[in-house]
């Protein structure tokens, strides 16, 4: 794939569930540039909410970790400073960017109008055949992604294995 832009975000973030009434407990982003892995942006995020059950087994991320962490408030300026104008590349675009623009919604901010590259989507369209889920852990499994640092589902850690996964299916053609 020919990207016009040098310069990709990585993005992904951990939430309190999937309604829109859910909020974002940890987000980070990694830019790509001509292929390579550049500088990374990294929060955790005090949601103001009850984490349940079901979120916690997945991030592990307690109410009590995020309790001093500051609100989406106080770190959109910086995490939209970081992406800028630039493409991002998220698996399953659709969720975050909803969870996203949510946030910025509820603070008075305009949503992203970004261009969006879904690895997700890419990868049910191109890769149909070849694995049959398209999950994260399994494309990347399939492409042989060292996975081992990753113990629970961390916004940092998924978006480095994002920019590696995207970096590989975008040389061979998945995308």
């Not at 640092?149 to 590696?164: P, S």
């Amino acid at each position: 794939m020919d990207h016009p832009l040098t310069r990709l975000v990585a993005l992904d973030t951990e939430t309190t569930g999937f309604s829109n009434s859910d909020k974002i407990v940890e987000i980070a982003c990694i830019e790509i540039i001509n292929g390579e892995i550049g500088s990374s942006f990294h929060r955790y995020v005090n949601p103001i909410i009850e984490i349940p059950d079901r979120a916690f087994d997945v991030h592990g991320l307690s109410e009590e970790f995020l309790n001093d962490k500051p609100k989406f408030k106080a770190v959109a300026d910086d995490l939209l400073g970081f992406i800028g104008g630039s493409t991002l590349v998220i698996h399953n675009a659709s969720y975050d960017l909803r969870m996203i623009n949510n946030e910025l919604k509820s603070i008075g901010y305009p949503a992203l109008n970004n261009e969006a590259i879904c690895t997700l989507k890419s990868a049910k369209k191109s890769m149909k055949e070849l694995v049959e889920s398209k999950s994260l852990d399994s494309l990347c499994d399939y492409f042989e992604i060292d996975t081992s640092k990753r113990i629970t589902h961390g916004a940092l850690v998924d978006t480095e294995l994002l920019a590696d996964l995207f970096i590989i299916m975008d040389q061979k053609g998945y995308l």
